[in-house]
């Protein structure tokens, strides 16, 4: 599993927000391909015209789930 930080703007309704998440996925972001899949996302989560500004991966693993 691999974790990164993702930094994106978008519009809000008071001009331009911006907004830093932890972004888990599979496989890592290789291409613009990826950066698209993620920026599509945000948009279908409700972040009108969500551009990502900038990713960074995160050095140590995702933490495991207790069991």
Known sequence: ?????????YEAPSGIGFMGIEWPCKR??????????????????????????GFSLFADPAPKAAS
Do not use: C, E, K, Q
């Open 1 to 9: 599993m691999y974790r990164y930080m993702i930094s994106f703007s």
């Open 28 to 53: 890592p972001i290789r291409s613009m391909d990826d950066v698209t899949v993620v920026m599509n996302h945000l948009r279908n989560s409700g972040y009108v015209n969500a551009v990502i500004l």
